[in-house]
């Protein structure tokens, strides 16, 4: 009988897997297609300069909306596995700091929603949304942990309703602090609870924001946002309850 250290298994090796060259293409297209929110923002950046909110938060949705979609590609088409060297949650994660957090608070006083003297308050929910997307918890694989930074819908509302600016800036500085609170938001395309319900809830929460962005002072922009802070309130709702789930099941 050989030693312990030299004994063999009947039991084949497995096979690396090995993808095609038109494999390893569609991957790269599926990278291309996520890198499109580059783009987006710096016409967005340029829409800011230009006092043009309506074409900036256009631009945004846009933004918002490849974001949304490209995690359906990329694990339809297992990038991971076609590109083991190149870190497309990286690349995500740049760009979702500019559309999500960078120009969405540059926006407040660019587009007079808070006085440009108070600019520097910015710093607080910037610096927050930063130490927010490098925690290593900050995504589990169905939630964000901590208010998910969504200044960008956040700009918008304040787009939308002009509030006095001390009420934006108190509002700004309490999701800074929500960030730290590691409450389970769900991620809304990976969620399993109420999967149906979020997604088509999701597509009339971008299409209320949409006809929001083109008509933000229109006739029927009451409408456009009372149908998205409902979705924004259902969002929150189950959120919560996922939060607790988690806790009772001694996952938390």
Same mark, same amino acid.
């Given at each position: 009988?050989?030693? $312990?250290?030299?004994q063999t298994t009947d039991a084949p090796l497995e096979a690396p897997l090995t993808y095609s060259q038109r494999d390893r293409a569609l991957a ?10 580059? %783009?987006?923002?710096? $016409? ?16 945004? *949705?846009? &933004?918002?909306? =490849? ?6 590609? &990329? ?19 740049? =760009? ?7 120009? %969405?608070? *540059?926006? *407040?006083?660019?587009?007079?929603? =808070? ?47 002009? %509030? %006095? ?9 309490? *999701? ?37 962005v083109l008509e933000p002072q229109g006739p029927y922009a009451t409408i456009y946002a009372t149908l998205a802070l409902s979705y924004t309130a ?19």
């Amino acid at each position: 009988m050989k030693p $312990a250290h030299e004994q063999t298994t009947d039991a084949p090796l497995e096979a690396p897997l090995t993808y095609s060259q038109r494999d390893r293409a569609l991957a790269w297209g599926v990278h291309l297609y996520t890198a499109l929110g580059l %783009p987006l923002n710096i $016409a967005a950046a340029m829409a800011l300069i230009n006092k043009d909110g309506s074409l900036f938060f256009h631009l945004n *949705l846009w &933004a918002v909306f =490849i974001d949304a979609t490209d995690g359906f590609m &990329a694990r339809g088409i297992k990038v991971k596995e076609r590109l083991p060297n190149f870190d497309g949650g990286k690349l995500d994660d740049l =760009i979702d700091f500019l559309t999500f957090t960078f120009l %969405p608070l *540059l926006s *407040l006083p660019l587009l007079g929603l =808070i006085p440009t003297s108070w600019t520097l308050w910015l710093s607080i929910p910037l610096i927050s949304s930063a130490y927010g997307f490098c925690q290593t918890r900050a995504k589990t694989d169905d939630a964000f942990v901590g208010f998910p930074s969504y200044w960008n819908i956040i700009a918008l509302y304040l787009f939308a309703f002009q %509030p %006095p600016a001390w009420v934006s800036l108190a509002l700004l500085m309490w *999701l800074s602090v929500m960030v730290f609170v590691p409450i389970h938001y769900v991620y809304p395309t990976r969620n399993k609870t109420l999967f149906k319900t979020t997604m088509i809830g999701g597509g009339v929460f971008m299409l209320s924001l949409l006809g929001l962005v083109l008509e933000p002072q229109g006739p029927y922009a009451t409408i456009y946002a009372t149908l998205a802070l409902s979705y924004t309130a259902y969002y929150t709702v189950i959120s919560f309850a996922h939060h607790l789930k988690l806790k009772r099941e001694g996952k938390l």
